[in-house]
């Protein structure tokens, strides 16, 4: 089963979320980001995550995601990407 972490929690991300899903492979859809309740319907929420890559990298190895997808602009900024990425990801 595939572990897809999303990241962030707006309409974007609720958007990536809902096409995700539609997937005919099984997964399991994650988020990390502020409640929401139309990302609850389709995900489980982590917890929230900013822009500290540190903290994204802790995050991915701590729930072991096989896809990891960034909605929002700053954490992409801040080198989240770049975190998650080393660790192979």
Excluded: F
Excluded at 30 to 37: E, Q, R, S, T
Excluded at 61 to 79: C, K, Q, S, T, W
């Amino acid at each position: 089963m595939m572990r897809v972490l999303l990241v962030g929690s707006g309409g974007r991300e609720h958007a990536l979320a809902w096409s995700i899903a539609q997937e005919e492979e099984p997964l399991e859809l994650l988020y990390a980001g502020a409640p929401n309740a139309g990302l609850d319907a389709l995900c489980r929420r982590c917890r929230t995550l900013g822009a500290d890559p540190k903290d994204a990298a802790d995050l991915v190895r701590e729930e072991h995601p096989n896809l990891v997808v960034i909605g929002p602009e700053a954490p992409l900024v801040a080198g989240v990407a770049d975190a998650i990425r080393a660790l192979g990801v």
